[in-house]
C-alpha cells in the first residue's frame, strides 16, 4: 500500500471528508486531495498532524511499517469522529443555521 492509498483510506475509516481532515490539519482541501492522488506528498510536519488526529501510527502512514494504530480499535465512538461529523454536518448547513447552531453553543458555554 503507498503512501496516497494509506492517506485515503485511513481517512475514510475515520469519515472525515477531505475538507474536514484539511481544516483539521491547517491545509486547503485541494493540497489533501493532491496527496490523495499523488501530485504532492505531505510535509512531515503534515504527516504527524495527520496521523495525530486519524489516530494511527507516523511510521505506518509514512512508510508502511508497523501497525497502523496506537490503540486498538474499539467499537465505542470517539472524540475525532464525533469532531469529524461535526464539522462534515456544518459543511451542509446555510448561514442562517450555522448561525443558530453558534448561539446554541456559546449557550452551552
Same mark, same amino acid.
Given at each position: 500500500?503507498?503512501?496516497?492509498?494509506? $492517506? !485515503?483510506?485511513?481517512?475514510?475509516?475515520?469519515?472525515?471528508?477531505?475538507?474536514?481532515?484539511?481544516? +483539521?490539519?491547517? *491545509? /486547503?482541501?485541494?493540497?489533501?486531495?493532491?496527496?490523495?492522488?499523488?501530485?504532492?506528498?505531505?510535509?512531515?510536519?503534515?504527516?504527524?498532524?495527520?496521523?495525530? $488526529? !486519524?489516530?494511527?501510527?507516523?511510521?505506518?502512514?509514512?512508510?508502511?511499517?508497523?501497525?497502523?494504530? +496506537?490503540?486498538? *480499535? /474499539?467499537?465505542?465512538?470517539?472524540?475525532?469522529?464525533?469532531?469529524?461529523?461535526?464539522?462534515?454536518?456544518?459543511?451542509?448547513?446555510?448561514?442562517?443555521?450555522?448561525?443558530?447552531?453558534?448561539?446554541?453553543?456559546?449557550?452551552?458555554?
Amino acid at each position: 500500500m503507498n503512501l496516497t492509498t494509506r $492517506i !485515503l483510506c485511513s481517512r475514510k475509516d475515520k469519515k472525515f471528508s477531505q475538507q474536514a481532515l484539511a481544516d +483539521l490539519i491547517g *491545509v /486547503s482541501r485541494s493540497a489533501l486531495a493532491q496527496w490523495e492522488t499523488s501530485m504532492s506528498s505531505p510535509s512531515l510536519g503534515n504527516l504527524r498532524k495527520m496521523a495525530e $488526529i !486519524l489516530e494511527i501510527s507516523f511510521e505506518w502512514l509514512a512508510t508502511g511499517r508497523g501497525n497502523q494504530y +496506537l490503540v486498538q *480499535v /474499539s467499537d465505542t465512538i470517539c472524540d475525532s469522529e464525533v469532531d469529524g461529523e461535526i464539522i462534515n454536518q456544518l459543511y451542509r448547513m446555510n448561514l442562517m443555521k450555522k448561525r443558530a447552531l453558534l448561539n446554541m453553543i456559546q449557550a452551552m458555554a
